[in-house]
């Protein structure tokens, strides 16, 4: 008979929402990206291949469990592969497969040919005998028959379903493993310490008791710390459905001695009929290796499928004191950073995963450079999650001084400023001033924009209307401001289209391990092949989709008179002039990034296209 223990209340625990913000990123970060999903279902492929040439011509096949299908593991994480095959063939395959399939294994790693590095070919003698490799450098445990694997991936799949809420039992996974692996390193059977399943377990009975009061992941973390370790290890085993005394181990029968109003089996009938049916599949699939009694350790954590299974028998006694002392550490912490706002509560939680974030800037340097420079904003409106969403940078404008208030007060002039070509009266030059009106914020930006390029000046400082020079900044002037106008429309097409490229955009820019930053402030044609990569389509497509921007017409000359006129007054002003030609090198140069601009307006059309 299970005695009832009245479950403990962990103090009241209220983080600053921007500490919950920071966590969410964080979490954004460390999940996996399709990447690196695509890479490791190419490993499995290619393991899996090698067990069917193996054990040919047996029906043989192979298939994954654990955090990889369950998508909650770490940069670090490894592959959990079982072989399986016919029952006949098991019984005959059962004490050689694993040396089998090392020799074929090392074959290949030998042949030179194999699309994948292959090392440390390994066969572990243990409870579940493993061969462990490593391929690709991703550690590949191959275990044989073992569909306790399967039945627990699509139990945890389900229970996340049922529970909801963006995937918060996923994502407080994620959160809990990295402080357990990079903060406190208390992750990892083969070392004596917590297994990944106990883990999972334990934050599930975490969801259970306090369901009610769990509204982030940093929530679930905080709890978590709180309850195991204060949880009396030495007295009870802990079963999903609340403590069991260990003297009446190995043979009791579990009960619930929770409260019924705090746990979420018993609030949710469709949890508790998912957790019958599988442990009914789990049984099932134990049925030929006979019923085992459940074997007491330091640490004792009931299979909620298995109760005869004792998750925590990896955890040795001396790591078991380290366990409890880095759970009551880790809950002290974020209690301190509970007690702050903004930014201090955020650094605090920065220096408590400061391993994780050490970890990510190896694994995945454009993902913690864009968390570094901020959270990207959100469009209430947009159902796109947080960290594919687009922020396109933005110029604001600046206040003009008007040309009267600059003279008055004996200012220079300056780029901008609103002005009438000058006249020459008796060599000194007069000016027209034309006050400014009032004007759009758009064409505020065009002035304050405008040419880079010096005006052409006489030798008595004066800008000769009609000469060549005088000709020369006027066309110039033009098509700098057709270029501002062209960028300025491109820039609306992209805020236009940011919905829907957004997310596009952010995972082009990760496959080429550049964050969205780095993409934006790149050169045009770099953006532009990075694009096309991620369309899949030849590096020249957009030359041949874009045209070739009209040159602009050579100055015309002025008649040989005009000219003579002139010579003279151009002459002794020569030195002023230098400034034209670095300023007609500009003008190439802005042609050639209206060109590149084109281009990439035809590869946003190209993806516009596509995401339609």
């Not at 292959?118 to 569909?147: H, P, R, W, Y």
């Not at 009960?255 to 018993?266: D, G, I, M, W, Y």
Request: glycine share 6%; aromatic share 6%; with cysteine.
């Amino acid at each position: 008979m299970i005695m009832s223990v009245e479950p403990g209340s962990t103090p009241s625990f209220v983080p600053p929402s921007s500490a919950v913000d920071a966590v969410d990123r964080l979490i954004a970060t460390i999940k996996p990206t399709r990447n690196s999903i695509e890479r490791r279902y190419g490993v499995q492929d290619f393991v899996r291949r090698i067990i069917t040439r193996c054990f040919h011509p047996e029906k043989v096949n192979a298939y994954m469990f654990g955090s990889v299908p369950l998508r909650t593991y770490l940069p670090d994480g490894d592959i959990d592969l079982s072989v399986f095959c016919l029952q006949e063939a098991a019984q005959a395959m059962r004490d050689n497969w694993a040396l089998n399939l090392q020799s074929v294994i090392e074959q290949e790693q030998s042949s030179g040919n194999a699309p994948y590095k292959i090392g440390d070919v390994t066969v572990i003698n243990a409870e579940v005998k493993l061969l462990k490799c490593l391929v690709d450098n991703i550690v590949v445990d191959i275990s044989f028959n073992q569909m306790g694997g399967l039945v627990t991936l699509n139990f945890l799949e389900e229970i996340n379903s049922l529970i909801g809420r963006s995937n918060i039992f996923k994502r407080s996974i994620i959160l809990v493993k990295a402080w357990c692996y990079y903060e406190s390193r208390l992750l990892g059977a083969h070392h004596g310490l917590i297994s990944t399943y106990a883990l999972e377990t334990l934050v599930l009975y975490v969801f259970n008791k306090y369901h009610g009061s769990l509204d982030s992941p940093l929530a679930v973390l905080y709890n978590f710390l709180v309850e195991f370790s204060n949880f009396d290890w030495d007295r009870y085993c802990l079963s999903l459905l609340g403590p069991v005394p260990l003297k009446d181990l190995p043979n009791a029968k579990v009960e619930a001695s929770l409260a019924p109003q705090n746990t979420l089996l018993q609030g949710d009938s469709r949890l508790a009929e998912s957790l019958a049916r599988f442990r009914a599949e789990m049984a099932s699939s134990k049925a030929d290796s006979g019923s085992k009694a459940f074997v007491i350790r330091c640490l004792n954590i009931m299979d909620p499928l298995l109760p005869s299974n004792n998750l925590g028998r990896s955890v040795v006694r001396s790591s078991f004191a380290r366990i409890r002392r880095a759970f009551g550490h880790g809950a002290a912490l974020l209690r301190c950073m509970a007690e702050k706002d903004g930014e201090a509560a955020v650094q605090d939680l920065d220096r408590l995963f400061r391993n994780t974030w050490a970890a990510l800037r190896k694994h995945k340097p454009a993902a913690v450079q864009q968390h570094q420079q901020g959270p990207l904003q959100l469009d209430p409106r947009l159902q796109v999650p947080r960290h594919l969403q687009v922020q396109l940078p933005e110029q604001q404008p600046q206040p003009l001084i008007k040309l009267e208030q600059r003279q008055g007060a004996g200012q220079p002039l300056q780029k901008g400023d609103q002005q009438q070509p000058f006249h020459v009266g008796n060599g000194v030059a007069q000016a027209a001033v034309t006050p400014l009106q009032p004007q759009t914020h758009m064409h505020l930006q065009q002035q304050q924009q405008l040419s880079n390029m010096p005006l052409a000046l006489d030798a008595n400082m004066g800008l000769v209307n009609g000469s060549v020079h005088h000709q020369l900044y006027m066309q110039q002037l033009q098509l700098q401001q057709q270029q501002l106008l062209q960028r300025q429309q491109q820039q609306q097409c992209m805020v236009a289209l940011q919905h829907n490229l957004g997310p596009i955009l952010l995972e082009a820019a990760a496959g080429a391990g550049m964050s969205l930053d780095a993409f934006l402030s790149s050169r045009l044609d770099q953006q532009v092949a990075v694009l096309l990569k991620y369309l899949g389509l030849p590096p020249s497509i957009a030359a041949t989709d874009v045209r070739q921007p009209d040159q602009p017409k050579p100055p015309q000359q002025g008649t040989q008179q005009h000219q003579q006129q002139h010579q003279e007054r151009q002459q002794q002003g020569r030195q002023l002039l230098e400034p034209v030609a670095d300023s007609t090198k500009q003008k190439h140069a802005e042609a050639a990034a209206e060109q590149q601009q084109q281009q990439q307006g035809a590869v946003l059309e190209l993806l516009a296209d596509k995401h339609s």
